[in-house]
């Protein structure tokens, strides 16, 4: 069991915060911006996440996962409030090239200085999941190989811009590393599901239902028998009545 210093819980939780504040602050931008260029497109999709974020906050329970359909939703209208930001504070190029060097570069401690923060986290990452240390490592060099190419491509005009960009993306790997394991861990993440359909295949008779709550994944391990895989809700309240709704008596007995 991986355990953290009260300076390193207290370090990840300020940067947390750092991070939501930002992407909050960001996010509002973006909505601002939409309202005020009535980009409808826009605020039809920040619509739709409030009202799936409104629909999913009643539901009896949550699980990170309900928010991968949206969250490149919030994501979009974070960049474009980024985007206006910027474009606001250099409105018709007003801010000097010795400026704008300096606030590269500034940017670039800042992201090298979050790196080498994070750096400290691979090591107990390590404990969690071994096998998604290299998925980051990959990643780098993916982004390392399209930086030193675009650079070589346009004869070395965009360097330090690409410099400053590729920070940004190690950064970002860096931060998501976390995630990425915590889903990864050992490689075995829900292999309950391949084993249950395994004992399905060997034991379940000719016509057997078999209920489960995530019975969608099922489905999609096992095509030929997905018809026999139903939802655990759709059976009744009681073990009487979900027996009974697997299948008929006459056609023998329902296995669960």
């Known amino acids: 069991m991986v355990r953290l210093s009260p300076q390193e819980v207290d370090a990840m939780i300020s940067s947390l915060r750092l991070v939501q504040f930002a992407a909050g602050f960001t996010f509002v931008c973006g909505v601002l911006y939409a309202i005020w260029k009535r980009l409808w497109l826009v605020l039809a999709m920040v619509l739709f996440l409030f009202m799936y974020l409104m629909v999913h906050a009643v539901h009896a329970f949550t699980f990170h996962r309900f928010l991968t359909a949206v969250h490149w939703i919030a994501l979009l209208v974070s ?6 930001l910027w474009r606001l504070l250099d409105k018709n190029g007003r801010i000097p090239r010795p400026v704008l060097a300096v606030i590269q570069l500034a940017l670039l401690i800042a992201l090298v200085i979050w790196t080498g ?3 400290g986290f691979l090591k107990p990452m390590n404990h969690v999941s071994a096998r998604s ?14 930086a030193v190419t675009w650079v070589i491509v346009r004869r070395g005009k965009p360097a330090w811009s690409t410099a400053v ?3 940004a993306v190690a950064a970002i790997l860096f931060s998501n590393q976390l995630s990425v394991a915590l889903v990864v861990k050992n490689g075995k993440e829900d292999d309950e599901f391949r084993k249950l359909d395994e004992w399905y295949a060997q034991y379940a008779g000719p016509g057997d239902k078999l209920v489960c709550s995530m019975f969608m994944v099922l489905q999609m391990i096992d095509e030929k028998n997905a018809p026999y895989f139903l939802p655990l809700p759709a059976t009744g309240k009681g073990p ?7 299948r008929p008596a006459t056609s023998g007995m329902s296995r669960m």
């Open 133 to 146: 240390v290299p998925v980051l490592y990959v990643a780098l060099a993916a982004a390392a190989a399209v």
């Open 117 to 119: 923060g994070l750096f």
């Open 240 to 246: 009487g009545t979900c027996v009974s709704s697997l």
């Open 165 to 167: 960009m590729l920070a």
């Open 79 to 84: 960049c474009i409030g980024i985007r206006e």
